[in-house]
C-alpha cells in the first residue's frame, strides 16, 4: 500500500475544514446540534433569510457534513458526525472561549416562531375525536 504524504493527508483534512470555516456555517452547525432542523427552525434560530440559510446547507450536503429527510414539505437536516460539533468545541479554547460557552448554545430547544411539525405539533381536538 502506497504511504500518503504529507500534502495528500493536508488536502484531505482541510476539506471539511474549509466547509465550516465560515461563521455562518458553524452557527449552523451549532443550531441543528445534536438533533434535526429544518430550515424555518434556523430561520427562526439565526433570524436569517430562507435563501441564505439554503445556500449555506447546500455546501454543508455537498461536504458530507449534513444529510437530510424530507417530511412532507419539511426537509430536516442533522450532521452526519458529532465529530463536527466536538471539533467546534474543541476550537474554542483557541478563540479565547469557554467549551462550555459554546456547549450552552447547541441547538436543545423549539422555537415558537417555527412551524414545523417538531416545534408546533398539530393540536388534536377533543371533539374532533367524538364519535358520530
Same mark, same amino acid.
Given at each position: 500500500?502506497? *504511504?500518503? +504524504? $504529507? #500534502?495528500? !493527508?493536508?488536502?484531505?483534512? &482541510? &476539506? #471539511?475544514? =474549509? @466547509? %465550516? &470555516? +465560515?461563521? =455562518?456555517? $458553524?452557527? $449552523? !452547525?451549532? &443550531? %441543528?446540534? *445534536?438533533?434535526? /432542523?429544518c430550515v424555518c427552525h434556523l430561520e427562526s434560530a439565526l433570524g436569517w433569510r430562507q435563501a441564505y440559510i439554503s445556500q449555506h446547507l447546500m455546501t454543508l450536503r455537498k461536504a458530507d457534513i449534513l444529510q437530510d429527510r424530507r417530511e412532507g414539505r419539511?426537509?430536516?437536516?442533522?450532521? *452526519?458526525? /458529532?465529530s463536527y460539533l466536538d471539533l467546534i468545541l474543541d476550537s474554542a479554547p483557541l478563540s479565547g472561549l469557554s467549551a462550555e460557552t459554546v456547549s450552552a448554545v447547541i441547538n436543545t430547544k423549539t422555537y #415558537?416562531?417555527?412551524?414545523? #411539525?417538531?416545534?408546533?405539533? @398539530?393540536v388534536i381536538t377533543v371533539? +374532533?375525536?367524538?364519535?358520530v
Open positions: 500500500m502506497k *504511504k500518503s +504524504s $504529507i #500534502p495528500d !493527508l493536508s488536502e484531505k483534512l &482541510a &476539506a #471539511p475544514l =474549509q @466547509a %465550516i &470555516a +465560515s461563521p =455562518q456555517r $458553524i452557527a $449552523i !452547525l451549532l &443550531a %441543528i446540534g *445534536k438533533g434535526e /432542523a419539511y426537509v430536516y437536516y442533522r450532521l *452526519k458526525t /458529532a #415558537p416562531t417555527c412551524e414545523c #411539525p417538531h416545534c408546533t405539533p @398539530a371533539e +374532533s375525536l367524538k364519535l
